[in-house]
C-alpha cells in the first residue's frame, strides 16, 4: 500500500490548531520557566484564544470550507457557519473562563497555574473539534480531548478532599460515558462502512438494527456528558466540588461541545426516515431532564448543586430543540440560539457566585446570600437580573432563547413537549426567585471580593445578556446563517 | 472463516462485563479496570470491521490505534487521582467517597 | 398610517424619573426628600400628559388611534407596535391617575430602601402603561411578563409579614398561566406569519382551527389575573402582605389587565370560541361573585376583607364581557375603572388607617367617627360607591352589566338566571360592607388607644378627594364616559357576533 499524505490545508483550522499549540507553549513554559513567570500562563492563554478569534471571524467572513480529505475520502473537518458559531462560543467561553479563573485560583490557593490554563487550553481545543468534526473518528477524538483535561481541572484544588473527590467521580462517569460513546460510534462505522458522516447517512437503513443500536449508544454516551436524564448522576456532585471556576467553564463548554456533536450526528449522519424513532426517544429524554432538574433543584441549600440541576434542566430545554430537527426549520438555529445565551447567563451568575465566595469552599450556600442587595446593591441587581433571565423573564436574553425553543418546538408539533416545557420554567421560577429573595428581603453580612479580571468577566456577560434580550435581531440572523445547510433541507425549509 | 457476527458477540459480551465492572464494583482500580475493558470491546468491534467490511482503507486501525492512545491517557489520568485520594484517605472505595451527597 | 410619537412619549415618561433618581445622590439627608419629590413628579406630569393627549384622541373612530410602528425584530416577524382605542383608553388614564395617586400615598409609609422603591413603582408603571398600549403580542407578553417583576419586589421588600411567601405565591401562578399563554401565542404566531393584532385579527382563519385550545391558553392566563374563581387563591394573600401603594396598584391596575386582555385578545381573534366558553365564563363569573362576597362576609381583618371584596367585584367585570353584547362590554370597561377607584380608595384608607394603629383587626376599631370626622365621612362615600349605591360610580357599572345579562344572546334560553344570581352579589356587598363600615366607624369609642388618633392630613385629604370626584363624577355623568369606548365595542361586537354567527 502506497502512503499518501493526506491533503490538509492547516490555514482553515487554524483556530482550533492556534488553541492546541498555545496549549503546547504552555506545557513546555511551565517546565522551563522560573516561578514568577509562570503568572504570565493566563495571559498567554488569553492572548491565544484572542489570536484564534480572529482567525474564526476571518474564516467566518470568508465563507465555508471543508479539509483533511483522506485518499479517496470524504473531509473530515467541515468547517461551515455552524462550526465557527460554535467555535466563536468555545473561544468567549474560555476567555471569560480565563478572566475568572485568575482571582478565583489565587482566592482559593490553587497553584499549578499554568497547568491550569494548558488543560483548559487543550479542553477549549476539543470542543471545538466537536462543533467542526464531520467523522466518526474525530468526533471520539474531540471528545476525549474536551473531557480528559477536565478530569483534572475538577481536582485541581488538590488536596481539598471534595475536589478530588469530584474529579474521581467524573472520571470514572465519564471514562464509562466515553466507552458507550464509542461503542456506539464502532457500531455505526461497522453497519455502514464508513466513517464520514455523509457516508453514514447513506448507508444507515442498509446498517439496520446495528445501526440503530450504535446510534443509541453513542447518543446514551453524549447524554452524559450534557447531563441529560437518566445520566445526570454525576451533574450535581461534581459541579458542587469541583473548583467553582471550573464548574463555570464546564457547565457551558462541556455541555455546548456535547450538543455541537449531538446536533451535527442528528443532522447529517441519521436519514430522515429515522427520525420519528430518535426523536421520540429525544423528547422523552427532554421531558425527564426538565422535569427532573428542575424539580429536584427546588430542594438545594448550596448554591453550585442548585446551579448542576438547573444546568441539567436547561440541557432539557435544548434537548427540546434537538427533539424538534427534522420537523422544523428553525430547530437549529433554536438550539445556537439558546446556547448562545445559556452561555452569557450562566457564565456572569457564576462570577457573581465567586465573588461572594470565600476561600476553602466557603460562601457558596444560599444563606449567604442574605441580604446582599444592602451589602452591593449593584451585585445584587446583576444577579437577580442574571437569574430572572435563566428563567427566561422578558427582556433578557434568557426569554429570547427559551422564545426560539418554544417555537421551533410548536413548529415541530411537539406540543405536549412545549407545555412541560412552560410548566417547568414557571417551577424553575422558584427556585432562581429565592436566591433573589435571600438577596433582597432578607438581612445578613459578608462582603464581596471585586478584583478587575472578575468584574470585566461579568460585565461582559452582563451587557451580552442585556443586548440579546434588548436586541435579538442580530444574534438571531447569526444563528440562523450559522444552522446546518442539510438540516434546513431536511425540515424542507 | 469465522463469520464476523463471532467477533460482534464477544465483543458485546466483553463490552457487558465492563459495564457490570462499573456498576457493580466499588472499588476505584477495579472500575477503572472494567471501563478498560469496554475500550477493548471497542478495539475488536473497529479491527473486526475493518477487516471484513472495507480492509481497503486504513480507517479503522487507524481509529484503533486512537482508542489505544485514549485508553492510555485515561487510564493515566485516572491512576493519578486514584493515588492521590489514596494518600488522603486510605481508600479507594467509592462508596467512601461521600462528601458530596444528594 | 401615520406614526404618532406620543404614546411611545408617555410610556416613556416614567423611565425618565427612574433615570433621574438613579442618579440621584446617595448619602446625604435630603437625598430621601430628592427621590420623593422626583417620583411624584414624574407620576404628576405623565398623569397631566395622559389627560393632555386626550384632545388627539377621536372617540367616533373604531381603530386604534395614535399608533406608533417600527421594526423590532424582524428574524422572528416581531414589530414594534403601540395604539390606543376604546377598549384602552380609560385603562391609560387609570393607570396614570391610580399609579400618581400610589406614589403620592407613600410619603410617610416607606421608610427604608426609599429609592428602590419608587424604582420599582415607576417601572411598573411603564410596564401597566406597555401592556394597554401594545398591539403586536409579542410586545404585550413582555410588558405583560413585566409587569410581574417590579410587583414582586414591592410586596417581596415592603410588605407585610407573610410578604416572602406571599410574593412568591403572586410570580409564580401569574408567570404559570402567562407561560400558557406564551405557547398560545407562539402557535398563533406561527400559523399566521407575524404577532401583529391587527393583521392576525383580519387572517383569523389561518389559525381559527385551533381556535377553542388557544381561547382557553389566553383565557387562563387572564383568568388568573383578574382573577376569576378557581384561580384567586393568589390575591389575597397578595393584597394583604402588600404595601399600601402595591395594594392600591394591584387593585386598581394589574387586575384590569385580566379584563382587557379578554377583550383585547380572545374576543377578537377566537369569537366562536369566546361564544361557545361564555356560559362557562359567565358561571365562573357568578361563583366569583357569590364567592368572594361570602367570604368577605366571614374576614374580621378589614384589608382581606376589601381583598376578598375584589373578586365579587371582577366577577361582575367578567360577566359583562362574557354577556358578548355592547352594553355588557361598555359596563364592564366601566365597572373595570369603578372598581379601580372605590378599592384602590378602600385600600389607601385602610393604611391611612393601619400606619397609625399597625393593626387591621375590625374588633381593635368602633366609633372611630366620633375620633376621625373626616376620614369617617370619606370612607363612608367610598362604601357606598363600592356597594353600588345609585349616584355613585358603582351603580352605573353593575346595573349596565346586570341589564346586559338578562338580554345576553350568549348566555343560553335563560340568560335572566346568571342575573338573578348576581343581583344577590349586589345585595351581599351591602352587606358585609356595612358590617364592615358599622365595626369600624359606629358604636362606642372604647378602645383607648383609638382615642387619639388622628384625622386625615392635608395630603391624605388631597388624594381621597381626588378619588371622589371621579366617584361622584362617574355616578352622575356617566355618558361622557360610555362615549368614549362606544365606538370601538360596537365594532368588536359586530365582528364577535357575525363570525360566531355565520
Given at each position: 500500500?502506497?502512503?499518501?499524505?493526506?491533503?490538509?490545508?492547516?490555514?482553515?483550522?487554524?483556530?482550533?490548531?492556534?488553541?492546541?499549540?498555545?496549549?503546547?507553549?504552555?506545557?513546555?513554559?511551565?517546565?522551563?520557566?522560573?516561578?514568577?513567570?509562570?503568572?504570565?500562563?493566563?495571559?498567554?492563554?488569553?492572548?491565544?484564544?484572542?489570536?484564534?478569534?480572529?482567525?474564526?471571524?476571518?474564516?467566518?467572513?470568508?465563507?465555508?470550507?471543508?479539509?483533511?480529505?483522506?485518499?479517496?475520502?470524504?473531509?473530515?473537518?467541515?468547517?461551515?457557519?455552524?462550526?465557527?458559531?460554535?467555535?466563536?462560543?468555545?473561544?468567549?467561553?474560555?476567555?471569560?473562563?480565563?478572566?475568572?479563573?485568575?482571582?478565583?485560583?489565587?482566592?482559593?490557593?490553587?497553584?499549578?497555574?499554568?497547568?491550569y490554563y494548558m488543560l483548559l487550553m487543550f479542553s477549549i481545543s476539543g470542543m471545538m473539534l466537536m462543533g467542526m468534526a464531520n467523522d466518526l473518528l474525530l468526533i471520539f477524538i474531540g471528545l476525549e480531548l474536551l473531557s480528559i483535561p477536565l478530569y483534572v481541572m475538577c481536582g485541581i484544588a488538590r488536596p481539598r478532599e471534595a475536589s478530588e473527590e469530584s474529579a474521581m467521580k467524573y472520571f470514572l462517569l465519564g471514562a464509562f460515558a466515553s466507552g458507550f460513546l464509542v461503542f456506539g460510534l464502532a457500531l455505526l462505522y461497522g453497519a455502514t462502512g464508513s466513517t464520514a458522516l455523509p457516508v453514514v447517512v447513506e448507508n444507515f437503513?442498509?446498517?439496520?438494527?446495528?445501526?440503530?443500536?450504535?446510534?443509541?449508544?453513542?447518543?446514551?454516551?453524549?447524554?452524559?456528558?450534557?447531563?441529560?436524564?437518566?445520566?445526570?448522576?454525576?451533574?450535581?456532585?461534581?459541579?458542587?466540588?469541583?473548583?467553582?471556576?471550573?464548574?463555570?467553564?464546564?457547565?457551558?463548554?462541556?455541555?455546548?461541545?456535547?450538543?455541537?456533536?449531538?446536533?451535527?450526528?442528528?443532522?447529517?449522519?441519521?436519514?430522515?426516515?429515522?427520525?420519528?424513532?430518535?426523536?421520540?426517544?429525544?423528547?422523552?429524554?427532554?421531558?425527564?431532564?426538565?422535569?427532573?432538574?428542575?424539580?429536584?433543584?427546588?430542594?438545594?441549600?448550596?448554591?453550585?448543586?442548585?446551579?448542576?440541576?438547573?444546568?441539567?434542566?436547561?440541557?432539557?430545554?435544548?434537548?427540546?430543540?434537538?427533539?424538534?430537527?427534522?420537523?422544523?426549520?428553525?430547530?437549529?438555529?433554536?438550539?445556537?440560539?439558546?446556547?448562545?445565551?445559556?452561555?452569557?447567563?450562566?457564565?456572569?451568575?457564576?462570577?457573581?457566585?465567586?465573588?461572594?465566595?470565600?476561600?476553602?469552599?466557603?460562601?457558596?450556600?444560599?444563606?449567604?446570600?442574605?441580604?446582599?442587595?444592602?451589602?452591593?446593591?449593584?451585585?445584587?441587581?446583576?444577579?437577580?437580573?442574571?437569574?430572572?433571565?435563566?428563567?427566561?423573564?422578558?427582556?433578557?436574553?434568557?426569554?429570547?432563547?427559551?422564545?426560539?425553543?418554544?417555537?421551533?418546538?410548536?413548529?415541530?408539533?411537539?406540543?405536549?413537549?412545549?407545555?412541560?416545557?412552560?410548566?417547568?420554567?414557571?417551577?424553575?421560577?422558584?427556585?432562581?426567585?429565592?436566591?433573589?429573595?435571600?438577596?433582597?428581603?432578607?438581612?445578613?453580612?459578608?462582603?464581596?471580593?471585586?478584583?478587575?479580571?472578575?468584574?470585566?468577566?461579568?460585565?461582559?456577560?452582563?451587557?451580552?445578556?442585556?443586548?440579546?434580550?434588548?436586541?435579538?435581531?442580530?444574534?438571531?440572523?447569526?444563528?440562523?446563517?450559522?444552522?446546518?445547510?442539510?438540516?434546513?433541507?431536511?425540515?424542507g425549509g | 472463516m469465522i463469520p464476523l457476527s463471532w467477533y460482534l458477540i464477544v465483543s458485546a459480551c466483553l463490552f457487558c462485563i465492563g459495564l457490570y465492572g462499573v456498576m457493580a464494583r466499588r472499588n476505584a482500580v477495579a472500575m477503572l479496570m472494567a471501563v478498560e475493558l469496554t475500550l477493548n470491546a471497542v478495539n475488536i468491534n473497529l479491527i473486526a470491521f475493518w477487516r471484513y467490511n472495507n480492509p481497503g482503507e486504513p480507517i479503522g486501525v487507524a481509529w484503533a490505534i486512537f482508542v489505544l492512545t485514549v485508553a492510555a491517557a485515561e487510564a493515566a489520568v485516572g491512576l493519578a487521582l486514584i493515588i492521590s485520594i489514596y494518600r488522603?484517605?486510605?481508600?479507594?472505595?467509592?462508596?467512601?467517597?461521600?462528601?458530596?451527597?444528594? | 398610517?401615520?406614526?404618532?410619537?406620543?404614546?411611545?412619549?408617555?410610556?416613556?415618561?416614567?423611565?425618565?424619573?427612574?433615570?433621574?433618581?438613579?442618579?440621584?445622590?446617595?448619602?446625604?439627608?435630603?437625598?430621601?426628600?430628592?427621590?420623593?419629590?422626583?417620583?411624584?413628579?414624574?407620576?404628576?406630569?405623565?398623569?397631566?400628559?395622559?389627560?393632555?393627549?386626550?384632545?388627539?384622541?377621536?372617540?367616533?373612530?373604531?381603530?386604534?388611534?395614535?399608533?406608533?410602528?417600527?421594526?423590532?425584530?424582524?428574524?422572528?416577524?416581531?414589530?414594534?407596535?403601540?395604539?390606543?382605542?376604546?377598549?384602552?383608553?380609560?385603562?391609560?388614564?387609570?393607570?396614570?391617575?391610580?399609579?400618581?395617586?400610589?406614589?403620592?400615598?407613600?410619603?410617610?409609609?416607606?421608610?427604608?430602601?426609599?429609592?428602590?422603591?419608587?424604582?420599582?413603582?415607576?417601572?411598573?408603571?411603564?410596564?401597566?402603561?406597555?401592556?394597554?398600549?401594545?398591539?403586536?403580542?409579542?410586545?404585550?407578553?413582555?410588558?405583560?411578563?413585566?409587569?410581574?417583576?417590579?410587583?414582586?419586589?414591592?410586596?417581596?421588600?415592603?410588605?407585610?409579614?407573610?410578604?416572602?411567601?406571599?410574593?412568591?405565591?403572586?410570580?409564580?401562578?401569574?408567570?404559570?398561566?402567562?407561560?400558557?399563554?406564551?405557547?398560545?401565542?407562539?402557535?398563533?404566531?406561527?400559523?399566521?406569519?407575524?404577532?401583529?393584532?391587527?393583521?392576525?385579527?383580519?387572517?383569523?382563519?389561518?389559525?381559527?382551527?385551533?381556535?377553542?385550545?388557544?381561547?382557553?391558553?389566553?383565557?387562563?392566563?387572564?383568568?388568573?389575573?383578574?382573577?376569576?374563581?378557581?384561580?384567586?387563591?393568589?390575591?389575597?394573600?397578595?393584597?394583604?402582605?402588600?404595601?399600601?401603594?402595591?395594594?392600591?396598584?394591584?387593585?386598581?391596575?394589574?387586575?384590569?389587565?385580566?379584563?382587557?386582555?379578554?377583550?383585547?385578545?380572545?374576543?377578537?381573534?377566537?369569537?366562536?370560541?369566546?361564544?361557545?366558553?361564555?356560559?362557562?365564563?359567565?358561571?365562573?363569573?357568578?361563583?366569583?361573585?357569590?364567592?368572594?362576597?361570602?367570604?368577605?362576609?366571614?374576614?374580621?381583618?378589614?384589608?382581606?376583607?376589601?381583598?376578598?371584596?375584589?373578586?365579587?367585584?371582577?366577577?361582575?367585570?367578567?360577566?359583562?364581557?362574557?354577556?358578548?353584547?355592547?352594553?355588557?362590554?361598555?359596563?364592564?370597561?366601566?365597572?373595570?375603572?369603578?372598581?379601580?377607584?372605590?378599592?384602590?380608595?378602600?385600600?389607601?384608607?385602610?393604611?391611612?388607617?393601619?400606619?397609625?394603629?399597625?393593626?387591621?383587626?375590625?374588633?381593635?376599631?368602633?366609633?372611630?367617627?366620633?375620633?376621625?370626622?373626616?376620614?369617617?365621612?370619606?370612607?363612608?362615600?367610598?362604601?357606598?360607591?363600592?356597594?353600588?349605591?345609585?349616584?355613585?360610580?358603582?351603580?352605573?357599572?353593575?346595573?349596565?352589566?346586570?341589564?346586559?345579562?338578562?338580554?345576553?344572546?350568549?348566555?343560553?334560553?335563560?340568560?335572566?338566571?346568571?342575573?338573578?344570581?348576581?343581583?344577590?352579589?349586589?345585595?351581599?356587598?351591602?352587606?358585609?360592607?356595612l358590617k364592615m363600615y358599622q365595626g369600624v366607624f359606629m358604636g362606642p369609642l372604647d378602645n383607648p388607644k383609638n382615642q387619639a388618633l388622628r384625622d386625615m392630613n392635608r395630603g391624605e385629604l388631597a388624594i381621597m378627594l381626588s378619588f371622589l370626584l371621579f366617584i361622584v363624577w362617574i355616578g352622575i355623568a356617566p355618558s361622557i364616559w360610555f362615549a368614549s369606548m362606544d365606538a370601538t365595542v360596537a365594532d368588536l361586537i359586530q365582528n364577535v357576533v357575525m363570525m360566531a354567527g355565520g
Open positions: 500500500m502506497e502512503f499518501q499524505a493526506p491533503a490538509i490545508n492547516i490555514a482553515i483550522i487554524l483556530p482550533v490548531v492556534i488553541v492546541a499549540g498555545f496549549g503546547l507553549v504552555l506545557m513546555i513554559l511551565d517546565m522551563l520557566m522560573e516561578d514568577e513567570l509562570r503568572g504570565l500562563g493566563p495571559w498567554i492563554s488569553l492572548g491565544g484564544l484572542v489570536l484564534a478569534g480572529l482567525q474564526t471571524i476571518a474564516l467566518w467572513l470568508g465563507g465555508s470550507y471543508e479539509t483533511f480529505i483522506p485518499v479517496g475520502g470524504h473531509p473530515m473537518v467541515v468547517v461551515d457557519g455552524y462550526a465557527h458559531f460554535f467555535n466563536m462560543l468555545f473561544i468567549i467561553t474560555g476567555i471569560l473562563a480565563i478572566l475568572m479563573s485568575m482571582p478565583y485560583l489565587i482566592k482559593a490557593d490553587i497553584d499549578e497555574k499554568a497547568e437503513t442498509a446498517g439496520g438494527v446495528i445501526a440503530y443500536t450504535g446510534l443509541a449508544m453513542q447518543l446514551v454516551g453524549l447524554a452524559f456528558k450534557v447531563g441529560a436524564v437518566p445520566f445526570h448522576m454525576w451533574t450535581p456532585d461534581v459541579y458542587e466540588g469541583a473548583p467553582t471556576a471550573v464548574t463555570a467553564f464546564m457547565s457551558v463548554g462541556a455541555k455546548v461541545g456535547g450538543f455541537a456533536a449531538m446536533i451535527r450526528i442528528l443532522a447529517e449522519a441519521v436519514p430522515q426516515e429515522s427520525a420519528p424513532i430518535w426523536t421520540t426517544a429525544i423528547a422523552i429524554i427532554a421531558a425527564a431532564t426538565l422535569i427532573l432538574g428542575n424539580v429536584v433543584a427546588i430542594s438545594q441549600t448550596n448554591i453550585k448543586r442548585m446551579l448542576a440541576y438547573s444546568s441539567i434542566a436547561h440541557g432539557g430545554y435544548i434537548l427540546m430543540a434537538v427533539a424538534a430537527l427534522p420537523f422544523s426549520g428553525d430547530a437549529v438555529s433554536a438550539s445556537l440560539t439558546y446556547m448562545l445565551t445559556y452561555m452569557f447567563t450562566n457564565l456572569g451568575a457564576f462570577a457573581v457566585i465567586m465573588m461572594v465566595e470565600k476561600s476553602g469552599n466557603r460562601g457558596v450556600l444560599l444563606e449567604d446570600y442574605k441580604g446582599l442587595s444592602k451589602r452591593n446593591l449593584g451585585m445584587a441587581l446583576i444577579l437577580a437580573y442574571f437569574m430572572f433571565s435563566l428563567i427566561g423573564m422578558p427582556l433578557t436574553g434568557g426569554f429570547i432563547g427559551k422564545f426560539v425553543v418554544f417555537q421551533a418546538a410548536i413548529d415541530a408539533n411537539l406540543i405536549w413537549l412545549t407545555i412541560i416545557g412552560v410548566v417547568t420554567a414557571a417551577v424553575s421560577a422558584y427556585y432562581y426567585l429565592r436566591v433573589v429573595f435571600y438577596m433582597f428581603m432578607f438581612d445578613g453580612q459578608g462582603d464581596l471580593e471585586f478584583s478587575p479580571a472578575m468584574m470585566t468577566a461579568t460585565t461582559v456577560a452582563l451587557v451580552a445578556t442585556l443586548a440579546i434580550g434588548f436586541f435579538p435581531g442580530l444574534w438571531l440572523n447569526l444563528a440562523r446563517t450559522a444552522s446546518l445547510a442539510s438540516q434546513l433541507l431536511m425540515a | 488522603q484517605r486510605d481508600s479507594v472505595v467509592a462508596e467512601e467517597l461521600d462528601i458530596l451527597k444528594y | 398610517m401615520t406614526n404618532s410619537i406620543v404614546l411611545t412619549l408617555l410610556m416613556s415618561l416614567p423611565l425618565v424619573g427612574v433615570v433621574v433618581i438613579l442618579f440621584l445622590p446617595v448619602f446625604n439627608n435630603q437625598t430621601d426628600f430628592n427621590i420623593k419629590f422626583v417620583a411624584n413628579a414624574t407620576a404628576i406630569i405623565t398623569l397631566l400628559f395622559s389627560i393632555a393627549i386626550l384632545p388627539l384622541y377621536d372617540m367616533g373612530v373604531p381603530t386604534l388611534q395614535l399608533e406608533d410602528t417600527g421594526s423590532w425584530i424582524d428574524a422572528l416577524g416581531v414589530t414594534y407596535h403601540v395604539g390606543v382605542d376604546g377598549l384602552s383608553i380609560l385603562m391609560i388614564l387609570l393607570t396614570t391617575f391610580i399609579s400618581a395617586v400610589a406614589i403620592g400615598s407613600s410619603w410617610n409609609g416607606i421608610d427604608k430602601q426609599v429609592k428602590q422603591y419608587y424604582i420599582f413603582m415607576l417601572l411598573l408603571e411603564t410596564g401597566m402603561l406597555g401592556v394597554f398600549l401594545a398591539q403586536d403580542l409579542f410586545l404585550f407578553y413582555i410588558f405583560w411578563e413585566f409587569t410581574l417583576v417590579p410587583m414582586y419586589f414591592l410586596i417581596g421588600i415592603w410588605g407585610g409579614k407573610e410578604r416572602v411567601y406571599a410574593s412568591i405565591k403572586f410570580f409564580l401562578y401569574t408567570m404559570a398561566g402567562s407561560l400558557l399563554m406564551l405557547i398560545a401565542i407562539l402557535y398563533v404566531g406561527i400559523q399566521a406569519g407575524t404577532f401583529n393584532l391587527p393583521e392576525l385579527i383580519a387572517n383569523r382563519e389561518l389559525y381559527a382551527g385551533a381556535q377553542q385550545w388557544l381561547f382557553w391558553g389566553f383565557a387562563i392566563a387572564f383568568a388568573i389575573k383578574v382573577p376569576v374563581f378557581p384561580f384567586h387563591s393568589w390575591l389575597p394573600d397578595a393584597h394583604t402582605q402588600a404595601p399600601t401603594a402595591g395594594s392600591i396598584v394591584l387593585a386598581g391596575v394589574l387586575l384590569k389587565m385580566g379584563t382587557y386582555g379578554f377583550m383585547r385578545f380572545n374576543l377578537p381573534m377566537f369569537p366562536e370560541a369566546s361564544t361557545n366558553a361564555a356560559p362557562i365564563m359567565a358561571t365562573l363569573a357568578i361563583i366569583g361573585i357569590i364567592y368572594g362576597a361570602i367570604v368577605s362576609f366571614a374576614q374580621t381583618d378589614v384589608k382581606k376583607l376589601v381583598a376578598y371584596s375584589s373578586i365579587s367585584h371582577l366577577g361582575f367585570v367578567m360577566l359583562g364581557i362574557f354577556s358578548l353584547n355592547e352594553i355588557g362590554i361598555q359596563g364592564a370597561i366601566l365597572q373595570g375603572v369603578n372598581h379601580g377607584l372605590s378599592t384602590g380608595a378602600l385600600f389607601f384608607l385602610v393604611g391611612v388607617i393601619y400606619e397609625q394603629r399597625h393593626t387591621r383587626e375590625i374588633s381593635e376599631f368602633g366609633g372611630l367617627w366620633r375620633a376621625m370626622p373626616v376620614f369617617a365621612v370619606t370612607s363612608l362615600i367610598v362604601t357606598l360607591s363600592s356597594m353600588g349605591l345609585p349616584g355613585l360610580n358603582g351603580f352605573v357599572g353593575e346595573f349596565s352589566i346586570l341589564l346586559a345579562s338578562t338580554g345576553s344572546d350568549a348566555l343560553g334560553d335563560s340568560p335572566w338566571i346568571y342575573t338573578a344570581f348576581a343581583t344577590s352579589g349586589v345585595i351581599l356587598a351591602a352587606i358585609y360592607l
